[in-house]
């Protein structure tokens, strides 16, 4: 049905900068929020950031100012731009977004299947 490809990851050495792109393909209708989650090794898969298709974003306290989210609704495509990198910020970092496949039909949860960002010390 719907289709999201992550893309933009890789190693960089702390201090340095990422862009990470994500493109929506398949049956899609509209999309309602954008966003990026990340997962460390051994933790849980948290929240990064997200962009409603109203504009309004949401950023988990360790990135703010770090990092930013955009979009570009004509390619179905958000970006997650990440400057001031941290080892910490090593993870596989997803990408998410509410879809409607089908008319009259409520927005449906969608995931890629992630890309790598390594951030050396």
């Known amino acids: 049905q719907v289709q999201l490809v992550e893309s933009g990851g890789g190693l960089v050495q702390a201090g340095g900068s990422l862009r990470l792109s994500c493109a929506a393909s398949?049956?899609?209708?509209?999309?309602?929020?954008m966003g990026w989650y990340r997962q460390a090794p051994g933790k849980q898969r948290e929240l990064v950031a997200t962009?409603?298709?109203?504009?309004?974003?949401n950023y988990a306290d360790s990135v703010k100012g770090r990092f930013t989210i955009s979009r570009e609704h004509a390619k179905n495509t958000v970006y997650l731009q990440m400057n001031s990198l941290k080892p910490e910020d090593t993870a596989i970092y997803y990408c998410?977004?509410?879809?409607?496949?089908?008319?009259?039909?409520?927005?449906?949860?969608?995931w890629g299947k992630g890309t790598l960002v390594t951030v050396s010390s």
């Open positions: 398949g049956s899609i209708i509209s999309i309602n929020t």
């Open positions: 962009l409603a298709s109203g504009g309004t974003t």
């Open positions: 998410n977004s509410g879809v409607k496949t089908i008319i009259g039909r409520p927005y449906m949860d969608f």
